[in-house]
């Protein structure tokens, strides 16, 4: 693809000599960051807030807390010891290492201590949307054979007690009733609890967190990641995020979502920063106002967000002030070249997009502030790691081909295991060497990697092979386009033909003529082969909750076919 490269701003934690570093880097050196080099005994809720509380950085603010009802602070030592008082229940309870305990709840200040409570006991925490219904939620817990879960009394309704024989504590947050038999207060039982705790220490191997995510079809899969994933994820904190001591470090993401904890509790506390939370829903006004009002200087987030954003217009941005900000990043899905440019239009910042997996564990592929950018791409391999494009038989493609995106087996936060499925594990490392992520994606001449697509996303049309990303994001650079997602419809003559489902911005109708003005833009500003022949106007798009556009459920609904697993839309 031929654009114009951005060119590097100046990053705190320099990257410009990525080459030498990349050529020079060994894992073994941020190792020797952590107290366990020494012990060999670790656990990640020591590292990321005890650590703390033994430096000047104690009285710190680590979380900031907002939503409609409340406004928190909490310094690392508070935390320090509300995990303590947490660690103490769970382990009154019989609760120990290796065990499931999910949290089932919004994000509140009391899941982050129920988070790092259950880590500190070593047991396995596993993140619940809080969206999630019964069936996703009776799913995954069964699967686990979790013995507790976090919950409030909204969503207790959802959690079928009776049907889970291996669940044997609920603990419920706030609740103002009675709680039936077997159920426990959570405010009763912190306030009843010591602050003196001695920590499970744990081995690197041993099971941190276990994150369901959904295959196409059949059941969730739970990824299981280890406590020695800390070491990427402190690592990419300061080479990505570039994160530094003074930083107000804002993340998006809901813990449901791997980039919720990975990115919305390890690397930011790992690396001693503060750490904004923002409860409740979306809305424009109050994500621009929770920059504004935190000060917040490192934002991460996903495109449909920023999409959302855009929307909502260039004039709403100038009524907030963004002087504190100074990176924006991007993850989840292809961050659209004009997203990009928005970004730099509006708060005079690159949007760095990053590229990883809930298999990944953390940050693979990503833009760093010290190097120029090419919107549209991914960016390049963390030091540490090696990617590249392979054919189904494991060769490695030349510059521009598109194939498999596949990494070199062995880095820090790569899953263990797929819990209770070794074979689905197995499938990702069919290629002997590889990680084959399910991604389709090029490699340009200098190195960068550009997105196509999941590989059964991918649309063969006439004998050429079109990503759908690359359609949606010449759809969404037309003013009337809000979101698009493309697909491959079968098609007796052409194999297939690019068919896109578009909801417009507000203002505009759907009219024949707007689907003509449409696929001629694409047909002008693209390709003509790669002009969606079919479109469909739509209010809105299925997504996942973490804002992916879900394409296989566009595919499954033109085709009249099961949808498969919809426990991660959005409702
Ligand atoms: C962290 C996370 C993983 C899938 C991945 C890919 C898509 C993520 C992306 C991206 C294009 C990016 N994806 N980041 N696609 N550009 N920067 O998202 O994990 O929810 O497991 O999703 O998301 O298709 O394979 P997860």
Request: with cysteine; hydrophobic share 40%; net charge negative.
């Amino acid at each position: 693809m031929n654009v114009e490269k951005i060119p590097a701003t100046e990053g705190r934690f320099n990257l410009s000599n990525y080459d030498e570093v990349y050529a020079n880097f060994d894992w073994a050196e941020v190792e020797k960051q952590f107290s366990w080099h020494e012990t060999g005994k670790v656990n990640m809720a020591y590292e990321a807030i005890d650590r703390h509380v033994l430096t000047d950085r104690k009285d710190k603010t680590a979380l900031i807390y907002s939503d409609l009802t409340r406004d928190e602070t909490y310094t690392y030592a508070q935390l320090s010891e509300l995990s303590n008082k947490f660690g103490n229940v769970l382990r009154g309870l019989g609760i120990a290492k290796g065990d499931r305990v999910f949290v089932f709840m919004p994000r509140t200040p009391e899941l982050y201590v129920s988070v790092l409570g259950t880590l500190k006991v070593g047991a396995i925490v596993g993140p619940l949307f809080e969206a999630f219904m019964e069936a996703a939620v009776r799913d995954r817990l069964e699967n686990s054979e979790a013995v507790a879960i976090i919950t409030t009394p909204a969503l207790l309704p959802r959690v079928p007690v009776n049907e889970l024989p291996a669940l044997k504590h609920v603990i419920v947050v706030g609740s103002k009733d009675e709680l039936a038999e077997g159920q426990i207060s959570f405010e009763a039982a912190m306030a009843e609890a010591s602050s003196d705790f001695e920590i499970e220490w744990v081995d690197r191997e041993d099971g941190m967190i276990l994150h369901y995510t959904s295959g196409s079809t059949g059941k969730p899969k739970g990824v299981l990641h280890v406590h020695n994933a800390m070491i990427q994820h402190y690592q990419t904190g300061k080479w990505v995020l570039d994160l530094q001591e003074d930083d107000i470090y804002w993340c998006t993401a809901d813990p449901g979502w791997v980039t919720g904890t990975a990115y919305g509790i390890f690397a930011p506390w790992l690396n001693g920063v503060t750490n904004v939370v923002r409860g409740g829903r979306f809305t424009p006004e109050s994500w621009y106002e929770t920059v504004e009002k935190y000060k917040v200087s490192v934002w991460y987030s996903a495109p449909t967000s920023f999409r959302m954003l855009m929307g909502a217009g260039d004039e709403l941005v100038k009524k907030y002030d963004f002087s504190n900000l100074r990176h924006v990043l991007s993850v989840g899905e292809p961050l659209n070249p004009e997203v990009v440019y928005w970004g730099m239009r509006v708060f005079n910042h690159r949007i760095h997009d990053t590229w990883w997996m809930t298999e990944t564990g953390g940050q693979l592929i990503c833009n760093y502030k010290s190097m120029a950018i090419k919107p549209g791409s991914m960016g390049k391999p963390i030091p540490g790691v090696y990617a590249s494009i392979i054919d189904d038989q494991g060769n490695e493609l030349p510059p521009n081909r598109m194939g498999n995106l596949a990494v070199k087996v062995g880095w820090p936060a790569m899953m263990r295991q797929i819990w209770n499925n070794p074979a689905k594990y197995q499938e990702y490392f069919h290629i002997p060497g590889w990680y084959v992520s399910g991604d389709s994606a090029y490699k340009d001449e200098e190195g960068y990697f550009w997105f196509q697509g999941r590989i059964d996303d991918v649309i063969n049309t006439s004998g050429e092979r079109v990503g759908p990303f690359e359609v949606e994001s010449k759809l969404v650079e037309h003013p009337a386009v809000a979101e698009a997602g493309v697909i491959g419809k079968p098609d007796p003559v052409r194999g297939e033909i690019i068919k896109a489902f578009i909801a417009l911005r507000a203002g505009y109708e759907p009219t024949d003529e707007l689907m003509e003005e449409i696929r001629k833009f694409v047909k002008e500003g693209l390709a003509a082969h790669a002009a969606p022949r079919e479109i469909e106007f739509r209010d809105k798009l299925p997504k996942t909750r973490s804002g992916k556009i879900m394409r296989r459920v566009l595919k499954a609904w033109e085709l009249g076919l099961p949808t498969g697993d919809l426990s991660t839309m959005e409702d």
